[in-house]
């Protein structure tokens, strides 16, 4: 669909053309740290990002900070989820932007929309929002796809990210800016998404079937039963 429409709609929303969606550190040794969302809730959230820009054909770029040591690796679902996604090893740098190999893959994308989500939020997705900022890319912060070791420290990061200029947002809200509409191909797709971050929205489906069933049930005549003898 066109990204700005006559009413002006869309013009304050990031574009999927223009997005990537970057997942930095989401190892399985770091998820033992975090303590500000549950990690089954972290996981499910990531995936759901995943699956949508698999869907919409938004680039994804992974990369992991020392994944043979004790943050170990990434999250299986990624590579399960997005096979196309290029990863980018790293040197040790805490910051991804301070490898030049993440910041070529980042810009060959040629998206200015980049949407980031890792583990810890303070650390591995803040240094490189600050610097992508810095860079001149639009940078939103998916706080419910991230995690770090304590609310207070999420609290101070996203105060830090507001004051930069970095846009925090929630999965579902991606969601649904890439989303834009019901009247897209894929939109079977992505009310099955929905149900992995939002879980609960299963039951509204479901409950949507059934009413649909039962009203068509009520358009049928009623059965006779035959008397008994």
Request: aromatic fraction near 6%; proline fraction near 7%; hydrophobic fraction near 45%.
């Given at each position: ?17 223009d997005t990537a969606l970057l997942l930095l550190d989401h190892q ?12 089954a809730e972290l996981r499910a959230n990531v995936m759901a990002l ?49 490898n030049d190999l993440f910041v070529k893959a980042v810009r060959q ?121």
């Amino acid at each position: 669909m066109t990204h700005i429409l006559p009413s002006g709609g869309g013009k304050a929303l990031m574009n999927v053309d223009d997005t990537a969606l970057l997942l930095l550190d989401h190892q399985t040794g770091l998820f033992q740290t975090v303590k500000d969302i549950t990690v089954a809730e972290l996981r499910a959230n990531v995936m759901a990002l995943t699956q949508i820009a698999t869907l919409l054909n938004v680039p994804i770029i992974t990369t992991a900070s020392v994944p043979d040591g004790p943050n170990g690796p990434l999250m299986p679902e990624i590579a399960k989820l997005a096979p196309q996604a290029i990863y980018v090893p790293r040197q040790g740098e805490v910051n991804a932007w301070d490898n030049d190999l993440f910041v070529k893959a980042v810009r060959q994308t040629g998206k200015k929309t980049l949407i980031m989500a890792g583990v810890w939020t303070s650390v591995c997705v803040m240094f490189p929002a600050l610097d992508a900022k810095a860079a001149g890319f639009n940078v939103y912060a998916v706080m419910d796809a991230s995690g770090d070791p304590t609310v207070m420290t999420s609290q101070t990061t996203l105060a830090r990210f507001v004051q930069s200029g970095i846009v925090p947002t929630s999965t579902n809200a991606v969601i649904c800016e890439l989303h834009r509409t019901w009247r897209r191909p894929e939109a079977t797709e992505i009310a099955d998404i929905y149900t992995v971050a939002t879980p609960n929205y299963r039951a509204v489906m479901e409950s949507y079937d059934r009413a649909k069933s039962v009203g068509a049930g009520q358009n049928e005549p009623a059965k006779q039963l035959e008397p008994q003898l």
